[in-house]
C-alpha cells in the first residue's frame, strides 16, 4: 500500500470493515418468471421491461428496463452488474439502429450504488427523507437514454459469488467490459451509438479505468465518445482530499468564523505541508506528488486513534464534546477554549506544524468548526463534508423502496441479496491495491485525443470532501493535445437553461472543466436545473462557452470571454449556512461588518494571478460570482459517493 493511500483508508475504515475471506457473502441473480433460457438478445427486452407498478409511484415514468447481466467473469457465473435503462422516448433504446446519443452514469465509493444518482440526483424520480416519490423534471434521461449501473460486482444490487469480488481496477474494467459486451446483445444500437460514459467522485479511479480497458481492446463493445467526471478522486488522496483544504476556506469563512488569525495559521499549515501548489496556465513540469505528513503526538495521534477509526471523525468530535461538563460546554467557557487555542498558535515558532494534526489539514478545519464556529455550534455537532452550506443534509438513500419485494420485482432484482448505499467492494483486501489514475492521466489523454473522445471534468463548489482546487491541479499536472494543462485559466461563465449563473466553464484541446456554483459533492442534487443544462450544452453537446479559440490575428480568445473576477481562486460560496430550529430551518449569516472585514483583509492576502490572462473587449457581462449567491453516511465515516 502506498502512503498517498493511507489518508482514504482512514477516512473509510469504518463501514468499509474489510471483510475477510469467510465473511463474504456470495450473491446470485433471481430467475423471475419469462426470463428467455439462452445467450442474450433482444428477446431479453420484454424480460427486462420494467412493466409491473413501483410501490408509492403514482404519476407516469418513462419506459425504462432493468436487471442483472452476466460479466462474463470465467469460473464466477454468479458475477453481474444491476442497470436500470430509462428511454429518452419510448423505443429509442429498442430501436433496431440508431445514431443517438446515451449516456452511462456511475456513482462512487469505491462500492456505492448508483442508485444514489438514480434517486437523489439525475435519475427520473427522487425520493424525500419521508420517503414519498415524485417526478424529476430535471433527469438526464430526458436528454438522451440514460443507464444507471450498480457496479462493481457486488455494489446495490449486483452480485457476485465470494470469491468472486474484484482484486483490483483493472478486473473492474474487464468486468465493465464483459457487462458491455452482454448489454449490447441485448440493446443492439448501443453497440455503435456515441457513449458518454459519466460518473462522480470515486467514479473518477473507475473511469479512467474503464477507459485504459477500453483502449487495450482490439474491438471494444461500445463507441465511447466522452467522458465525464464530477468530483471525482482521480489524484492521490492527499491531493484531493487534504491539499484544498485552505481554498475550501477561502470559499467558506464561516468555517473559521471570518478570523484572519485563524485564517493566517491554516495559511501557514498549507505551506508546511507543501500543499500551496502554484498554478501556472500552461503549467511548467511535473507537479511533484505530496508527501503526508503524519500527526506526531497529542493524544494518541489523533487519525490513528482506533476510536476514530471505527466512529469516524465526526462521531469522535461529538464523543469528545459528550465528555465535557455543561460548564465547559456553555458559549463563555468554548470561547475560552478557542482563544488558549489561537494563543498556544501565536507562542509557537513559525514553521512547526501542529502535532495533533500533522497535515491532516480537513479534520482540523472540520474539528475546528465544530468546536468554535457557528453555526456548527448550534445544535448536536454535525459536519456535511458534502455540502458545506447544509450541515445536516449529508446525503443518504433508505433502503425501503428498493428492498420493499414489489420494487424487487419489478427491476427483476436480486432476492439472495438486499440492496445497500455502500458496500467494501475489495474483499479482504484494506485499500484499493490499484494505483491513482494520476499516475496515468496523460498517457489516457494521448489515447483519448487519438480517438477524438472528449473528456470532461466537473466540480460542486460546495463539496469539501472532493474540492475542485484539487481537480483544477490534476488537470494542469496533465498533458493533453501536446500541451501541459490548460492555457488559460478557467474564468468563463455559463448560465442555466432559466439564465441563471451556473459558475465556471473553459475548453481547450478536447478538455473541459467545469466549477458548478452551489452544488454540493452530489451536483445534480441541488442544482438540477445547471446539471441538466451541463448535460444537454456540454456532454451531448458540444457548446462552445469558454472554449480558447485563435483569432484571425493569430492571438487567442475565449468564447463568452474571461472575466476578471472569475479568475481569482475563489469562487465565494453563500453566505448563508442551513441549522435546524426544532422541525423547521433556518439560516446563519455572520454580522455584515465581520464579512466587509473578512473581505478587505482577503483582497489583501490574494497575490496576483500567475497566468497572463488579459479580460478581452467582450468579456462576459453577466455579474460577478460575488453577487450570484449570497454525500452519505457521515456519521460513520465519508464515502466518495
Ligand atoms: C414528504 O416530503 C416531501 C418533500 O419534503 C413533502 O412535499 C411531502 O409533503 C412529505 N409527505 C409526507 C406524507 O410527509
Ligand atoms: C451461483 O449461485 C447459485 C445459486 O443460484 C449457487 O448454487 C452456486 O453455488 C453459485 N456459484 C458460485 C460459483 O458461487
Ligand atoms: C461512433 O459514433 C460516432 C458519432 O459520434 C460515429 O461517427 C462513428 O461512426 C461511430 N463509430 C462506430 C465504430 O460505430
Ligand atoms: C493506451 O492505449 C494503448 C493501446 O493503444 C494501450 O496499450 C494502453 O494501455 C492505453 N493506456 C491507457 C492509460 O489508456
Ligand atoms: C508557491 O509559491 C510560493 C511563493 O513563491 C512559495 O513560497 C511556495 O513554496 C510555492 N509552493 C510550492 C509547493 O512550491
Ligand atoms: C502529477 O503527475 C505525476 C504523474 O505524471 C504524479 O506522479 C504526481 O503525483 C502528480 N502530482 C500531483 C500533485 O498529483
Ligand atoms: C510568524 O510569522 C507571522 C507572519 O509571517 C508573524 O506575523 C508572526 O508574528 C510570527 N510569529 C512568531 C511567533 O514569530
Ligand atoms: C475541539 O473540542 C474537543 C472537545 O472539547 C477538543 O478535544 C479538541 O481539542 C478541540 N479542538 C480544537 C481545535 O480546539
Ligand atoms: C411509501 O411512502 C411512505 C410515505 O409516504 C413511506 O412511509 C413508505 O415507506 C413508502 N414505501 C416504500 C415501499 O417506499
Ligand atoms: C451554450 O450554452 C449556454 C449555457 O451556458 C447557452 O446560454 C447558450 O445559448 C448555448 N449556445 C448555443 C449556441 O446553444
Ligand atoms: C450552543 C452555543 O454555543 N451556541 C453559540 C453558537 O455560536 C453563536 C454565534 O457565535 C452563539 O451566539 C451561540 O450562543
Known amino acids: ?28 441473480p433471481h430467475n423471475y418468471p419469462g426470463k428467455p433460457t439462452g445467450a442474450y438478445s433482444p428477446a431479453w427486452q420484454k424480460y427486462f421491461e420494467v412493466t409491473a407498478p413501483l410501490p408509492n409511484v403514482s404519476f407516469p415514468l418513462p419506459r425504462s428496463f432493468a436487471g442483472n447481466i452476466d460479466v462474463q467473469r470465467a469460473g464466477h457465473p454468479n458475477n453481474t452488474l444491476f442497470f436500470w435503462a430509462v428511454e429518452k422516448q419510448t423505443g429509442s433504446l429498442t430501436a433496431a439502429t440508431s445514431t443517438e446519443p446515451w449516456g452511462i452514469w456511475l456513482n462512487g465509493g469505491p462500492g456505492s450504488s448508483s442508485m444514489l444518482g438514480f434517486f437523489l440526483e439525475n435519475g427520473p424520480m427522487r425520493i424525500a427523507d419521508n420517503g414519498t416519490l415524485s417526478p424529476n423534471e430535471y433527469s438526464w434521461d430526458k436528454v438522451a437514454d440514460y443507464i ?14 465470494a470469491a468472486g469480488y474484484i482484486a483490483d481496477e483493472d478486473q473492474m474494467g474487464a468486468d465493465f467490459m464483459g457487462f458491455l459486451e452482454n448489454l449490447v446483445k441485448v440493446f443492439p444500437s448501443l453497440a455503435t451509438r456515441p457513449l458518454h460514459l459519466t460518473g462522480e467522485s470515486y467514479a473518477g479511479v473507475y473511469i479512467p479505468y474503464i477507459m485504459k480497458t477500453y483502449f487495450s481492446m482490439a474491438k471494444p463493445p461500445v463507441n465511447i465518445t466522452k467522458i465525464a467526471i464530477g468530483d471525482g478522486s482521480i489524484a492521490a488522496d492527499v491531493v484531493f482530499e487534504l491539499m484544498p483544504s485552505l481554498s475550501v476556506i477561502e470559499t467558506f469563512p464561516q468555517l473559521i468564523g471570518y478570523d ?126 458534502y455540502d458545506i452550506t447544509d450541515p445536516f443534509g449529508s446525503p443518504s438513500l433508505a433502503p425501503t423502496f428498493l428492498n420493499d419485494p414489489r420494487t424487487r420485482a419489478a427491476l427483476h432484482a436480486p432476492t439472495s441479496k438486499d440492496w445497500t448505499q455502500s458496500f467494501w467492494i475489495f474483499g479482504d483486501l484494506e485499500d484499493d491495491p490499484s494505483p491513482v489514475p494520476m499516475n496515468f492521466l496523460s ?63 473553459h475548453q481547450e484541446r478536447g478538455w473541459t472543466y467545469v466549477l458548478f456554483s452551489g452544488a454540493s459533492h452530489l451536483i445534480p442534487q441541488k442544482t438540477p436545473i445547471a446539471a441538466q443544462t451541463f448535460l444537454r450544452e456540454f456532454i451531448i453537446g458540444n457548446n462552445a462557452t469558454g472554449a480558447v479559440v485563435k483569432t484571425p490575428a493569430g492571438t487567442a480568445s475565449v468564447i463568452g470571454g474571461e472575466s476578471a473576477q472569475l479568475t481569482e481562486d475563489i469562487l465565494p460560496g453563500s453566505a448563508g449556512i442551513v441549522y435546524p430550529v426544532g422541525t423547521a430551518t433556518s439560516t446563519f449569516v455572520y454580522p455584515a461588518e465581520t464579512i466587509a472585514a473578512w473581505n478587505t483583509f482577503i483582497r489583501g492576502q490574494q497575490v496576483a494571478p500567475v ?16 453577487s450570484l449567491f449570497s454525500g452519505l453516511l457521515i456519521l460513520v465515516c465519508f464515502w466518495l459517493l
Request: glycine share 6%.
Open 611 to 626: 497566468s497572463a490572462v488579459q479580460t478581452p473587449a467582450n468579456a462576459a457581462s453577466q455579474p460577478g460570482p460575488r
Open 443 to 505: 498517457e489516457l489523454a494521448t489515447n483519448t485525443t487519438a480517438h477524438d473522445i472528449s473528456v470532461i471534468l466537473f466540480s460542486g463548489n460546495n463539496d469539501a470532501l472532493i474540492a475542485h482546487r484539487g481537480t483544477e491541479v490534476t488537470i494542469q499536472n496533465t498533458t493533453f493535445g501536446g500541451i501541459q494543462g490548460f492555457t488559460r485559466k478557467p474564468s468563463t461563465p455559463w448560465s442555466d437553461e432559466t439564465g441563471k449563473p451556473a459558475g465556471i466553464i
Open 260 to 385: 484572519p488569525e485563524v485564517y493566517t495559521y491554516f495559511k501557514e499549515q498549507e505551506h508546511l505541508c507543501g500543499y500551496d501548489i502554484n498554478l501556472t496556465y500552461p503549467q511548467n513540469g511535473i507537479i511533484p506528488s505530496l508527501v503526508f505528513t503524519d500527526a506526531l503526538d497529542r493524544d494518541v495521534p489523533f487519525l490513528e486513534r482506533a476510536a476514530y477509526a471505527k466512529r469516524g471523525l465526526v462521531a469522535e468530535i461529538t464523543r469528545r464534546y459528550a465528555g465535557l461538563d455543561s460548564d465547559q460546554r456553555d458559549h463563555l467557557a468554548r470561547e475560552r477554549e478557542r482563544r488558549t487555542w489561537k494563543r498556544d498558535l501565536s507562542l509557537r515558532a513559525n514553521g512547526t506544524l501542529d502535532p495533533w494534526y500533522g497535515c491532516a489539514l480537513f479534520p482540523e478545519f472540520i474539528d475546528y468548526a465544530l468546536n468554535y464556529s457557528a453555526p456548527w455550534n448550534f445544535t448536536g455537532q454535525d459536519f456535511n463534508v
Open 1 to 28: 500500500m502506498t502512503s498517498s493511500r493511507r489518508v482514504i483508508l482512514i477516512l473509510l475504515a469504518a463501514a468499509s470493515a474489510v471483510m475477510s475471506q469467510s465473511d463474504l457473502p456470495s450473491s446470485f
Open 148 to 161: 444507471w449501473i450498480d457496479q462493481p460486482v457486488g455494489t446495490g444490487f449486483s452480485t457476485a459469488d
